[in-house]
Nanobody, 125 residues
């Protein structure tokens, strides 16, 4: 059974940092690309952010995702991470991980439409 469990979110002041985790079970991150998505409040659509290649660990970024965001993976523990530095109020969102693909400058969900419960990030002073 495929399962993705995000963690690491919280309430952070502007300028702070967070490291989000996504524990994957049911498939190996060595074989499938996994990425990060976020959904801001107020009914906005889910946005693809970063996707890490299963083969060479290249991280593909969507247009508009700046270098405050970085992604990595731990193959041994089948976990991927999202590091967010210099957090801004506009980063407030629920962050999700899922299978992913990259198409030019877009990150899109992969097959299966499998999502975790998300982890909430709130940036506020």
């Amino acid at each position: 059974q495929v399962q993705l469990v995000e963690s690491g979110g919280g309430l952070v002041q502007p300028g702070g940092s967070l490291r989000l985790s996504c524990k994957v079970s049911g498939f190996s991150v060595r074989r499938y690309p996994v990425g990060w998505f976020r959904q801001a409040p107020a009914g906005k659509s889910r946005e693809g952010m970063l996707c890490i290649s299963s083969t060479d660990e290249t991280v593909h970024s969507a247009a508009g995702i700046d270098d405050r965001f970085s992604m990595s993976r731990d193959k041994e523990n089948n976990t991927v991470f999202l590091q967010i530095d210099n957090l801004k109020p506009e980063d407030t969102a629920t962050y999700y991980c899922s299978l992913c693909n990259w198409v030019r400058d877009r990150i899109v969900p992969g097959p299966g439409d499998v999502w975790g419960q998300g982890t909430q990030v709130t940036v506020s002073s």
